[in-house]
């Protein structure tokens, strides 16, 4: 069973950064390929990374990849969303999200393919 629990959210200026961080309290964590998303109020859910099970292939929404990191340690079951120069449009909740996959390389971008999710964080940026 998957339990994702994410942390790390708040209120940040513009030009800040946040690490948020999402913790499974399941025992087959390295079995998943993670990922981050987020919803602002009144729009859709966006993809914003996407880590492999083996943590060696990551890949990022439009215009995050040179402000947004993902990382994951397998040993303590958490993957990580690094988040710097944050802007008032980073404002959203933030949700993590888990994805059975068979290989250790492979990726998902749309959150549909997602097994589980975390109940989100909330990132605020102030301008």
């Known amino acids: 069973q998957v339990q994702l629990v994410e942390s790390g959210g708040g209120l940040v200026q513009a030009g800040g950064s946040l690490r948020l961080s999402c913790v499974d309290s399941?025992?087959?964590?390295?079995?998943?390929?993670m990922g981050w998303f987020r919803q602002a109020p009144g729009k859709e859910r966006e993809f914003v990374g996407a880590i492999s099970r083996n943590g060696k292939i990551t890949y990022y929404g439009n215009s995050m990849e040179d402000r947004f990191t993902m990382s994951r340690d397998n040993a303590k079951n958490t993957v990580y969303l690094q988040m710097t120069s944050l802007k008032p449009d980073d404002t959203a909740v933030y949700y993590c999200?888990?994805?059975?996959?068979?290989?250790?390389?492979?990726?998902?971008?749309?959150?549909?393919?997602?097994?589980?999710w975390g109940q989100g964080t909330q990132v605020t940026v102030s301008s």
């Open positions: 399941g025992r087959t964590f390295n079995m998943y390929a």
């Open positions: 999200a888990a994805r059975l996959l068979a290989t250790e390389h492979a990726i998902s971008t749309w959150w549909g393919e997602y097994n589980y």
